[in-house]
């Protein structure tokens, strides 16, 4: 079994206060449990690279959090590299990189490369291992204009960079990923995907990459998870899903007068909400100027706007039509 | 261990580095805390321009008492003050990344900051303390510097000790940051007067629960030859013991928090 | 216009008011503090004759009162407004319509009385309730007495509102901040009494604003000032609350010339 993850009917039941309000401090409180994770099975194997995406509060995190050692599972069955992330956290932690996407890992006050010694020293890395891998991060991640800077004078971009060199360092089997490439711009994200395809490739690096971002998944991952609710929706490759959801648009106009659903060939209209509508249409059947001029002649327009399908209509269609 | 000593002064290193490099406001701070710590001092001196002894002790030796607690006090808060910081680390997602590591918790908890400026606190503690030592008579024997010795030794790991037990309720609440204030600031406070003049609750909690009496009370009670109408003179020797005592529960304490954050988020 | 201070002020205590957790901790800690000082006043006073005039009762009063005060006083840790310096929130903050001093000292005193009703009585009632207070015996000291800890709480909010501005020309407002706070504390007579002080000591930090935070209200609580002596008291805090809030407006003057100049 070259199983790097397995997941087995995992659930995290979180227990969630409310204060009843007003009076007396901590009198009333209502209690709800939430589950978070509510019966997840997945399996990874060795140099996958897998995107794991879901609407906000899906269980993303959670899920990460469970694997990486930082939240005990409710019930189910948890094994990374073979080990229990609860109780062996200290061995497996030897060999797995975690990067979160909003919050750094490194010391705030010091400069990169006193955190990158700091590391050296916490995963005991060899002299030799660590210069080489310091040398070549350094290089193809372009750090070295600010490795003396602290680390709170950083820009987005580059403490992001700075962090995917530091999980890097001690040569982890599976590199874990919360929202890596949140916050920076075009650019940024596109060296770090470059990046990690890279790593991904010639390391063989296992990859779990949690996003809410449909291109970090379309650039670099052959295979995607879907999670929604706690629960896994959709687990297979990227191709099938793009052949279904990926070429489509949405041309949402406002009418003048409100009428009836504007018929077209080959466009849905998806909703109808007095002068305003939605219709769906296939970017590789019409374009969206020839769509535009088209419904420009049939009714008075307003005003209108083309959107793409982001992660949460994703996961509504698949719940809507299944895969 | 060794590793770890290797990290702890590394890290120490880089703070020293990293503050130095704002000389000017890295000095302000150290003074700034020297001169902060007589103001607790004129307390005492004010409370002795009216009687000569409080408690049936004489100035230089609650002068004694003060200066010993104040110096392993400030030890304490420049090495494990980083936990007084532990609710923002919490939120801050801070302490997630750190169970991601190979480390023990706790220990990467205190490499987050090293409080370098309560050197200033510690010397003037020291001061006090001198000024103590040329007011009191003491017969030195090769016991009495042993106990003395293990008293400022022990009173640091009791204070260090207190610090992660009381800091370790940020686990459970957030709210409660002042309680453990008042656990470790009071703490030094009541351990600049002899033990005896508390009520009889205090006394007992301070001896039993929190060993607040051992950092320096009872082992003071014999350093000065003094009598005491409480405890009995073994006590007087034991603070290594309760010392030790005290890193175990400590220990305990915080590994029992740990697990809490891990099984039930933040 | 007084009608819109009302509303900041109310605005002030409900903000605080969120904080319940926070408030719960702090009344035990306030507690457990008054108790080891009243420890220590006792064991002193079994030897020393009459410090300062005072009694047994008196110095547990004190010890208590003080710390009921603590909180509406904020001596130690009040940064909001350096906050929005920092944040350069301020800038926008200045050019509202209304008198910023006037609108930060509306919000102080509501957060004040919150902070004079949830953490200052409890304390002072189980203090109370385990050792000999000594209560005022007129009626009208009660209302006197409120009427000195609001100018105190003035004269701690202009203290701080100068403290806080410093931040316009010092980077670090933290160590002056907690090097400033220590000697307020100190010299306000919260550690120990003035009037146990020296004669000269006493006579030269009688002659400081601090004082009137915290001693005067005392003082007053406790009767130890009578008629025309009353009426001093008051003077002397209500003339420095005016002159350190006429100070504090001329620093925020020039704070204010300084944003001008830098441009925000």
Known sequence: ?323 | MASRAAIYGRLAGSRLRAQYQYRFSFVLQIVGAFALSFLDFIEVLVIFHHLPALGGWSLGEVAFLYGSSYVVFRFADMTMGALDRLPVLIRMGTLDQVLTRPLGSLWQVLTTDIGVRHVGGMVQGGIVFWFALTRVHIHWTALRVAVFVSMLIGGAVIFCAIWVATNAIAFWTMDAREVANSVTYGGNYLTNYPLHIFGVWLRRLLAYVIPLAFVNYFPSLYVLDKRSPIGSPVLRFVSPLVAAGAVVAAGAIWKTAVRHYRSSGS | MLRLYWEVARRGFRRYATYRGATFAGVFTNTVFGFIRAYVFIAMFAVAKRPGGYDLADVLTYTFLTQALLMPLYIWGWTEIADTVYTGQIATDLYRPFDYQSYWLSQDLGRAAYHMVMRGVPPFVIGALVFGLRLPTHPLTWVVFLLSAALGVTVSFALRFMANLSAFWIVDVRGINSLAAAVWTLLSGFIIPIAFFPTTARTIIRSLPFVSMLEFPVDVFLERVQGMHLVSTLAAQAAWAVVLLGAGRIMLRAATSKLVVQGG
């Open chain 1, 1 to 323: 079994m070259t199983d790097v993850v397995h997941l087995q009917d995992v659930r995290k039941t979180f227990r969630v206060y409310r204060r009843g309000g007003g009076g007396l401090p901590r009198l009333r409180r209502e209690r709800t449990t939430v589950a978070a994770v509510d019966g997840v099975s997945l399996d990874i194997e060795r140099a996958e690279m897998v995107g794991y995406v879901g609407p906000n509060g899906a269980g993303k995190s959670t899920t990460v959090k469970m694997l990486t050692g930082i939240l005990a599972p409710s019930s189910g069955d948890v094994r990374v590299l073979g080990l229990e992330p609860m109780r062996q956290r200290v061995e497996l932690a030897k060999r797995i990189g975690v990067v979160f996407g909003q919050r750094t890992q490194l010391w705030w006050d010091l400069p990169l490369s006193d955190s990158f010694e700091l590391l050296r020293h916490i995963y005991r890395i060899s002299l030799d291992r660590y210069r080489t891998n310091l040398e070549t991060f350094t290089g193809v991640l372009d750090l070295a204009p600010f490795l003396a800077t602290p680390v709170r004078q950083l820009s987005l971009g580059q403490r992001m960079r700075g962090d995917l060199a530091a999980a890097l360092l001690h040569d982890p089997e599976i590199l874990f990923l919360d929202e890596p490439t949140i916050g920076l711009d075009v650019i940024a994200k596109a060296r770090i995907r470059e990046f990690l395809a890279s790593v991904n490739a010639e390391r063989g690096t296992t990859v779990l990459l949690t996003t809410h971002d449909m291109d970090d998944i379309e650039r670099l991952c052959k295979r995607m998870l879907v999670i929604d609710h706690g629960r896994v929706i959709y687990d297979g490759d990227l191709d099938t899903i793009r052949k279904r959801f990926g070429g489509e648009s949405v041309l949402v106009v406002d009418l003048v007068d409100p009428g009836p659903p504007i018929s077209v060939d080959g466009v849905r209209v998806e909703r109808v909400d007095g002068p305003r509508q939605w219709l769906r249409f296939r970017r590789d059947k019409i374009s969206a100027a020839d769509l535009v001029a088209e419904v420009a002649s049939r009714v008075q327009l307003k005003d209108l706007a083309i959107s793409d399908p982001d992660i949460e209509d994703v996961v509504r269609r698949i719940y809507e039509e299944g895969v």
